[in-house]
């Protein structure tokens, strides 16, 4: 008998567990992870943050072609026990406000949640606390060499900070998340008691003891790194300013940072929304062509008014249940089908890089001398931008980028596979 080995069985549970099954959005709903914004300075790349073709793959309920591996897995796991604790040990050092609070942007449809509120205790000043946990050493290098915090970091923090702006307002957010979480609760419980299934995502808490201190001056924020080799910790402080363009960009440690305006993460998100509304009318244009219609009782989201915040589903006979599910499937299916040049976002960065491009990379400092040596001795056959390589949807994009590729079906997936042959770090 062969030795048991216990990680091919949690390994295999665990990545099952937090990745599940891909599916397609019944709302424009778009994820803080997915912020980007467009670069001030554009003459090495356009964006900062997650592609749109990423994460309208996700919205769509794209097939998965380069799925994470367990030690991705359990990083996360690792990233999510560093915010635990720090939020515990905020509460022992008396310094807690509040953890998990919500707060919806009606603008652009989405649902945020800041890990900890808290306050400074010689002055009562409310602060956000971003926690992230990193490792390796091109992210120590940037974050505690550098002294620069990860940009896509930044755009996600700084945006919590320009829709908190001040304490008073900050107050009224945190109130109406704990209103909205016991509301959630309730209604959970009341469908329940109708054998309907539906959960939310509100965990927010507060001590109301500190919220009623908390003062109602500017909010800044703490964008804190732990690292999970070294346990070496990092803070930044991070704060919005409006210059004299009327934009508004963060601030580092007292430093103006241009690279990229908050406007932009707002306009970003409404353009990736556009793609799905877009994509969803055509879809039931042609089903609604071919004589399938969605039942009587089923709201499509056609429109950004359509969209509410915590959408309840309604209540439905098993049979209707069953109807609405085909329809949506259907749909979901015929939105997958359309053409992606058409309906779909290009891709916004590059999993392989031209010559060209590779020399323009290496004059400008963006490419290190290792790697473009081993690029010209011809030991390294391809490098592209970072965030291909631990895209999701690899296989589905490089159709576009590569369609000389298409057919290399065994080739392909070697190539996807090569981590090595990327740079660096892309900023």
Known sequence: MGEFRIFEFLDEALVKAEIGEPYASRTPAVWPSEASASRIDRALWNIVGKCHLAAFYRMIGMSITNPADAISVWKWIIGRSVEEHLTNQAKNAGVYVAEGVKHWIAEVGLSIEMDVISLDPATNDPWVVEVKSFAGYFASKEIMTENKPKLENLIQIALYLIEANNGKRLKDIIRTSLANRAAADKKQAELAAQGIEWSHRNRSKADLAALEKMTDNKVRGKLVYVDRAEADRKEFTIEIFEDFDGMHYPMVDGVPFKVFTLESVYHRYKTL???????????????????????????????????????????LTSKQRDQEAA????????????????????????????????????????????????????????????????????????????PDLQYQVDDLLALLSDKDAEVEIAS
């Open 273 to 315: 929304q556009n793609y799905w509304f877009q994509a969803r009318a055509e879809a039931v244009r042609r089903l609604t062509a071919k004589g399938v219609k969605p039942p009587a009782f089923t709201t499509l989201i056609l429109d950004p008014k359509d969209v509410q915040e915590n959408m309840v589903p309604p209540v």
């Open 327 to 402: 329809y949506f499937k259907q749909l979901e299916a015929e939105i997958r089908n359309l053409s992606p040049n058409e309906f779909y976002p290009k891709p916004e960065y590059e999993w392989s890089y031209s010559p060209e491009r590779i020399e323009q990379l290496f004059a400008a400092g963006a490419l290190g001398k290792t790697k473009y040596g081993k690029y010209k001795k011809d030991q390294i056959k391809r490098i592209g931008d970072w965030q291909c390589a631990y895209c999701s949807y690899q296989a589905h994009c490089l159709k576009r980028q590569r």
